[in-house]
């Protein structure tokens, strides 16, 4: 399972979606993430999914990659549709069975919401895969660049931002290691109650939270030795400039978001 946690994870490509400015692809994500709070129903999702499909069809990403960053989540959703299905209520019974009670409107939102939650989290996986931490730093950081008018410290929010992806992959390695070690120790993160379970935990718990905060200690004191200072004056290696591509980029996500208000008013 933590294998397949894709969240932070950056597959190295020179596809379409790879060479956009990294500030367009923070603001199509944000564009498809208002896209997908617009929707109103559940045959409307069609134009996000095929929004989805377009973006990792040019990002060369396989419908195998996008379902991995669905995987983890799968209790969730389960959960979300089950308390949506069971207590949304409705006029429109089609089960009615002691004190189970299913409603046409009840399936409906339990769908909508569900289908919501998949396609924020492939949209947003489609994001992380095909740009590294430090581009999406620089893209962030530039964007919140206007905001130093008000003292807003975009620099150091983005580095913030680049440091904790960056170390999701790491920290994932390093409980699969402490995991497997304890296993062949005898430990059993399997069976038994909740309790058990959540007992089971703590001999990989304390090692994984020692190795992060040495891993923060070793990290502070290599940007100290190397005299940083924060954003004042740095440079960088590649300029961030928007191409053609990126305007074309705009062009389809700007008439996806026009479909869907458009359908979204004719409700």
Not at 112 to 130: A, D, E, K, N, P
Not at 213 to 238: D, K, V, W
């Amino acid at each position: 399972m933590l294998k397949d946690i894709t969240l932070g994870q950056y597959m190295p490509g020179n596809t379409v979606v790879h060479r956009l400015d990294p500030r367009t692809k923070i603001l199509l994500t944000t564009a498809y993430i208002t896209m997908i709070f617009l929707v109103g129903s559940p045959l409307w999702y069609v134009v996000p999914a095929l929004y989805v499909a377009l973006a990792s069809r040019l990002a060369g990403l396989s419908f195998g990659q996008l379902l991995k960053s669905i995987k983890p989540l799968r209790f969730l959703l389960i959960l979300t549709f089950v308390l949506n299905l069971f207590f949304s209520g409705g006029t429109t019974i089609w089960v009615h069975w002691g004190f189970i009670t299913i409603a046409k409107e009840g399936v409906l939102l339990a769908v909508h919401f569900s289908m919501r939650l998949i396609f924020l989290v492939v949209g947003t996986s489609v994001l992380t895969l095909t740009t590294s931490p430090v581009a999406l730093s620089d893209g962030i950081e530039i964007l919140l660049k206007p905001l130093k008018v008000v003292h807003f410290p975009s620099h150091e929010l983005a580095m913030m931002m680049t440091i904790a992806l960056r170390f999701i992959p790491t920290l994932i390695e390093e409980t699969d290691k402490i995991m497997k070690a304890q296993q062949a120790r005898g430990a059993d993160f399997e069976s038994g109650n909740l309790i058990a379970r959540a007992k089971a935990m703590v001999p990989l718990l304390v090692p994984l939270f020692v190795s992060a905060f040495r891993r923060a200690g070793e990290l502070a004191m290599a940007m100290e030795a190397r005299c940083y200072h924060g954003g004042e004056g740095r440079t960088r290696l590649r300029v961030l400039r928007f191409t053609m591509e990126d305007t074309k980029a705009f062009l389809v996500s700007a008439a996806a978001l026009a479909v869907v208000i458009v359908g979204r008013s004719l409700l």
